[in-house]
Structures are given as C-alpha cells and as structure tokens.
C-alpha cells in the first residue's frame, strides 16, 4: 500500500510464497543428502527473504520520507500553517480517507494472500483472476472518484463547517477537493497494480515510485514559490495558484501509479477487462477483509473529527498556525522512527512469527513479539524523548519559512511535543497487533482501533470544548498519545489471554527500564546542550540549526553511553534485526 505521505506497504509473509508440484516432485526423487542441503539452502533464503525486503523497504522509506520532508518544508513556505495551508491539506485528505474506505482497506488486507493463492492453485497460473479482480478494482475506483468529485461539497463539509465567517475557506476547499479527488483513482491503481508486484515478489517498484510523487510535489511547490507571488490569506490566493496546487498534486500520484504499469508488465501482467466475476471468488476475498473495513471505518470517524476540530481552530485563529496544517505536519515528522524502524522490524519478524502460529509453537511466537518490542524501542525510545526536548527547534528550523514565520511555526513544536512519547505506545501496539495476524485474527485490531478511536474522540472532543482555540489543538496532539496508550494497555491484555501468558520473564520490562533511564538524562541534557547554544548564538535559522545539532549530538552520545553502560544488548541486535 501507499505510504509517500499517503499509506503503507506490505511485504508478502513467506506463508503465503508457495512451491509448484512440479518442483516438489523433483525434490522427491533426489538423494537424501541432496534433500537436506537443498532444505537448509531454502531456509536460509526464506529467513533471509523477509530481512532483505525489509531492509528493501527500509530504504524505500527513508528516500521516500526524506523528500516527502523537502515537500512538505515547501509547502509551509508557500502556503503557511494557517487557515489557507489548511484548505488544501483538508482537501488532500479527502481523496486519501475515501479511497481507504472505498477499497484500501481490503487491497492491503487480504489480496496478496488471494493472489498468490490463485498463481500456486489455478491451472492458468492465476492469471485469470487476476484479470477479474483489477476489472473490478478500475470499475469501483471510476464510479467511486465520479461520485466523490459531484458530492466534494458535501463531503468536504464532513471536515469543515461552512459558516458565514468562514464561506471562502470552506468554498476554497471544495475547488480545491475537485482537483485532488482524482487521486482516489491513481490510488487505487497504484495499490492493485503493487499488489500484482508483491504477489510475484517484487517489492522494489512500489517501494520507490511513490518517490516520483515527491519529486513532483517538490517541483511544483518550488515554482510555485519562485514564480508567484506567495499569499497569507485565504483570499489573497488567485484561480492560476489554485489550478496549479491542483492539478500538480494530483499529478504526482498519477506518475506514481502509472510508473508501476512497465514494472508490471515486465514481471507478467497483462490487463485485459473481465467482468465474469461471479463465482470467481471474488466475494471470499471482500468476506475475509470485513473487520479490515471495519478497522479503517473506526480510525476514519476519528481522523474527521479531528480534523473538523482542528479546522474549526484554524477559522478562529486564521494565521496562528495552531490548526489542522500544523497537527499534520507535526504527525508526520512523529511518524518517521515509526515508519523506518518498527515497519520493517515487522516485515522482518511477521513471516516467523506467523510460522510459530501455525504450528502451535506459541512460546516461539511470545519470544519473537517481546524480541521486536525490545529491538525497536532501542531507537523509538530515544527518538520519542529527542521530539518532547526539541519540538520546538525542530519546528522553527523546518517551517519558519517563506508564508510561516517562528510565530506561526511555534504551535507546531508544541504538537510535536505533544505527539512526542506517544510514539513509544504507538509503535509497541502496532507491533503487538501482528500477535494476533498471526493467528490470521482481524476482528480484535478492530476492537483495538474502535477502542482507541473512541478515547481520541472523546479526549479531542474535550480539547475542543473546553480549551482556547491557540492550544485547542496541541491538546488533541496529546489526546492521540493518551488514546494509544490506553489502546496498548488493552491489546496487552487481550493478547496475554491469547498467548496463555506474559510476553516474557520480565526481561522485555527491564530492557524498557534501562532504555528510559538512558533517554531520559540524555534528553535532559542534550535539551540544556540546544538551550545553553540558543542563549549564546540568538535567533535565526542558522542559530537554531546550530543549537539543534547541539542538542541532538549530545542527545545521542548520553544515550550510547548509558546504554552501554547498562549493558542494554539490543544496541547490537538492531542492523541486522535477528
């Protein structure tokens, strides 16, 4: 699946990389000497093909989050944090939510297995199926995006409220949601076609194209601020800016998905439209993606009405930069150590850790969670303290640029201090999760979602009510944070009931002991360090650069140190991810 700004991928579980009859036959009549070295030839590669596609994917990521982190240093610069930066990300949004609810859910969820099922078990090599399947999936996607771009207004109310006050924000967006809601359709694409990629092993291309996306978005937004006179307010912006904004957003993804289309044909795929689809087992396939759907409906309600709260700050407050832009930026930069480090830790473990289910051997599969929950928090940890120490540095140094100033880019710090430690919840749950995928058990993460996206709209709610629309939102940041902490505390739960038991001995709560008493002084520290560096060199970008690498290096020499001094072992464990 999509992850540029806008998604995530998945590699294929080595359960699910079947071998031909034929090829078992031949195995079948070689010596037994032969046989063993060949099995242990094949383990090797089988343990070692996850590692490799995560690392793969590790790459991909970080290529794709850095120029998505160029992109969005932009975009602030063109369009600010405020109210106008919050038409077109409201928009942006759009096209992303529907396309998850419309199909994304149940492309990410269940057709790998589907497709790859189809290729070892059909006579035709699935190809048959294949066809059906991306007929149905083009057909949903151009119904969908037609009905989605004659209803923008409406929809777009569901984010944002039209008030009298607020009419051009609100008109703005809609233009805007008819440019980008075509997306819908390049998503999709971009998915079944990936998906096609990932069911004949081929991570690379959808792993790196949604790079392409960026450069784009990066191209346009720098033309934009070079040759256009770059606005403040929502009625500052011309249609030339609109058009612009529009069609090169939506453009990007469709170079994103339409760059798959070589890669594809090239490992064997051909389309050819199909509508024959009954009785094809195509509706097994939307059966098993149910709770899926559910899981992405529960998290969809939640993100509209923070994003309906979040716009509502950014009407009272048009160029405070505490509304809807800031909170997505700043969820963005939190996002990273989650995207680079706990994703492919998972890639990597997932194919084991479902084997061990499989086979009963639920010791094995306890060891394999608390072993990823210690291996990633080495980073996530660290990380989660160096975002609450220097939110605001961070924010400064990115986005006080161009359309946004370190007035407006302030909040945006606060957020991400806010969204800070809930980055170490957010990733153990995310992990834990895939105990019970491994059991091929969807329905309970959707119990987790729906759980934890009612705390976030309730707390959300509150922040709304009953806060100042300057810290309305920064409290929302904060209320995501305690929502995934009340949502980890339940999975542990339940997935201890699954299990029969504890993660571990206790070593998984010792690690995470020792990790907190070496991030801990170290962010203290590193936070003086960015301070002491601040007070002596002033303001500006390049003072606050300077401090920020004061604090960050310092930062991460306290926390080595201590480490190594607590004799934390994951320290080695984590290149390789073993």
């Not at 930069?333 to 086979?359: D, G, H, K, Y």
């Not at 140094?397 to 201090?417: E, N, T």
């Given at each position: 699946?999509?992850?540029?700004?806008?998604?995530?991928?998945?590699?294929?579980?080595?359960?699910?990389?079947?071998?031909?009859?034929?090829?078992?036959?031949?195995?079948?009549?070689?010596?037994?000497?032969?046989?063993?070295?060949?099995?242990?030839?094949?383990?090797?590669?089988?343990?070692?093909?996850?590692?490799?596609?995560?690392?793969?994917?590790?790459?991909?990521?970080?290529?794709?989050?850095?120029?998505?982190?160029?992109?969005?240093?932009?975009?602030?610069?063109?369009?600010?944090?405020?109210?106008?930066?919050?038409?077109?990300?409201?928009?942006?949004?759009?096209?992303?939510?529907?396309?998850?609810?419309?199909?994304?859910?149940?492309?990410?969820?269940?057709?790998?297995?589907?497709?790859?099922?189809?290729?070892?078990?059909?006579?035709?090599?699935?190809?048959?199926?294949?066809?059906?399947?991306?007929?149905?999936?083009?057909?949903?996607?151009?119904?969908?995006?037609?009905?989605?771009?004659?209803?923008?207004?409406?929809?777009?109310?569901?984010?944002?409220?039209?008030?009298?006050?607020?009419?051009?924000?609100?008109?703005?967006?809609?233009?805007?949601?008819?440019?980008?809601?075509?997306?819908?359709?390049?998503?999709?694409?971009?998915?079944?076609?990936?998906?096609?990629?990932?069911?004949?092993?081929?991570?690379?291309?959808?792993?790196?194209?949604?790079?392409?996306?960026?450069?784009?978005?990066?191209?346009?937004?720098?033309?934009?601020?070079?040759?256009?006179?770059?606005?403040?307010?929502?009625?500052?912006?011309?249609?030339?800016?609109?058009?612009?904004?529009?069609?090169?957003?939506?453009?990007?993804?469709?170079?994103?998905?339409?760059?798959?289309?070589?890669?594809?044909?090239?490992?064997?795929?051909?389309?050819?439209?199909?509508?024959?689809?009954?009785?094809?087992?195509?509706?097994?396939?939307?059966?098993?993606?149910?709770?899926?759907?559910?899981?992405?409906?529960?998290?969809?309600?939640?993100?509209?009405?923070?994003?309906?709260?979040?716009?509502?700050?950014?009407?009272?407050?048009?160029?405070?930069?505490?509304?809807?832009?800031?909170?997505?930026?700043?969820?963005?930069?939190?996002?990273?150590?989650?995207?680079?480090?706990?994703?492919?830790?998972?890639?990597?473990?997932?194919?084991?850790?479902?084997?061990?289910?499989?086979?009963?051997?639920?010791?094995?599969?306890?060891?394999?969670?608390?072993?990823?929950?210690?291996?990633?928090?080495?980073?996530?940890?660290?990380?989660?303290?160096?975002?609450?120490?220097?939110?605001?540095?961070?924010?400064?140094?990115?986005?006080?640029?161009?359309?946004?100033?370190?007035?407006?880019?302030?909040?945006?710090?606060?957020?991400?201090?806010?969204?800070?430690?809930?980055?170490?919840?957010?990733?153990?749950?995310?992990?834990?999760?895939?105990?019970?995928?491994?059991?091929?058990?969807?329905?309970?993460?959707?119990?987790?979602?729906?759980?934890?996206?009612?705390?976030?709209?309730?707390?959300?709610?509150?922040?709304?009510?009953?806060?100042?629309?300057?810290?309305?939102?920064?409290?929302?940041?904060?209320?995501?944070?305690?929502?995934?902490?009340?949502?980890?505390?339940?999975?542990?739960?339940?997935?201890?009931?699954?299990?029969?038991?504890?993660?571990?001995?206790?070593g998984l709560r010792r690690t995470y002991g020792k990790l907190l008493c070496a991030a801990v002084p170290a962010a203290g520290l590193g936070w003086a360090a960015a301070r002491a560096c601040g007070t002596?060199?002033?303001?500006?970008?390049?003072?606050?650069?300077?401090?920020?690498?004061?604090?960050?290096?310092?930062?991460?020499?306290?926390?080595?140190?201590?480490?190594?001094?607590?004799?934390?072992?994951?320290?080695?464990?984590?290149?390789?991810?073993?």
């Amino acid at each position: 699946m999509v992850d540029g700004a806008n998604g995530v991928t998945q590699a294929v579980p080595e359960q699910w990389q079947l071998q031909s009859d034929g090829r078992d036959a031949v195995r079948r009549k070689k010596a037994d000497s032969r046989k063993d070295r060949g099995r242990k030839q094949e383990d090797g590669k089988a343990d070692g093909g996850p590692v490799r596609a995560s690392l793969l994917m590790a790459v991909g990521t970080v290529v794709s989050r850095a120029t998505g982190l160029i992109r969005q240093v932009l975009q602030a610069a063109a369009l600010g944090t405020g109210l106008l930066a919050s038409t077109y990300n409201t928009a942006n949004t759009v096209p992303t939510s529907l396309y998850t609810l419309l199909i994304g859910g149940a492309l990410n969820a269940v057709l790998v297995p589907q497709l790859v099922r189809a290729r070892a078990t059909q006579p035709d090599g699935g190809r048959a199926y294949e066809q059906r399947l991306a007929t149905l999936v083009v057909c949903v996607l151009a119904v969908g995006t037609a009905l989605a771009v004659c209803a923008a207004p409406q929809i777009v109310g569901l984010y944002m409220r039209d008030t009298p006050e607020s009419h051009d924000a609100f008109a703005l967006t809609v233009t805007f949601a008819r440019f980008l809601l075509p997306q819908i359709f390049f998503y999709g694409l971009f998915s079944i076609y990936g998906q096609l990629l990932n069911a004949r092993e081929k991570f690379g291309a959808m792993m790196w194209t949604p790079v392409l996306n960026n450069v784009v978005l990066v191209g346009m937004f720098a033309a934009y601020v070079g040759l256009m006179t770059v606005p403040d307010r929502v009625e500052d912006i011309t249609a030339a800016q609109v058009r612009l904004l529009g069609i090169g957003t939506t453009a990007g993804v469709a170079v994103q998905a339409l760059a798959l289309l070589p890669f594809a044909r090239a490992a064997g795929f051909r389309f050819r439209p199909r509508f024959d689809w009954r009785g094809t087992g195509l509706g097994k396939s939307a059966h098993a993606a149910k709770w899926t759907l559910l899981f992405v409906l529960a998290n969809q309600v939640a993100l509209t009405v923070v994003t309906n709260f979040a716009n509502a700050a950014d009407q009272e407050l048009p160029q405070a930069g505490a509304g809807y832009s800031a909170y997505t930026y700043a969820q963005t930069i939190w996002l990273l150590p989650q995207s680079i480090v706990t994703v492919s830790l998972v890639t990597a473990l997932l194919p084991r850790m479902s084997r061990a289910a499989a086979e009963g051997r639920i010791p094995d599969l306890r060891a394999d969670l608390a072993r990823g929950l210690r291996i990633s928090g080495v980073v996530i940890v660290p990380a989660a303290f160096l975002l609450l120490a220097f939110g605001t540095q961070i924010s400064t140094l990115l986005f006080a640029h161009g359309a946004a100033d370190a007035a407006s880019a302030r909040p945006l710090g606060y957020m991400l201090q806010a969204f800070g430690l809930g980055l170490i919840p957010f990733s153990a749950q995310y992990l834990l999760l895939r105990g019970f995928y491994a059991f091929e058990d969807t329905r309970t993460p959707f119990l987790m979602a729906a759980w934890i996206a009612v705390v976030d709209i309730v707390l959300a709610t509150g922040c709304h009510l009953l806060l100042p629309a300057r810290w309305a939102v920064v409290g929302m940041a904060g209320a995501y944070t305690l929502s995934y902490a009340a949502g980890l505390a339940l999975t542990v739960l339940l997935l201890r009931r699954r299990l029969g038991g504890r993660l571990d001995d206790g070593g998984l709560r010792r690690t995470y002991g020792k990790l907190l008493c070496a991030a801990v002084p170290a962010a203290g520290l590193g936070w003086a360090a960015a301070r002491a560096c601040g007070t002596a060199l002033g303001a500006g970008t390049w003072p606050t650069a300077v401090a920020l690498v004061a604090g960050v290096v310092t930062l991460a020499l306290v926390y080595l140190l201590l480490a190594r001094f607590l004799k934390v072992d994951e320290l080695r464990r984590l290149p390789g991810m073993r």
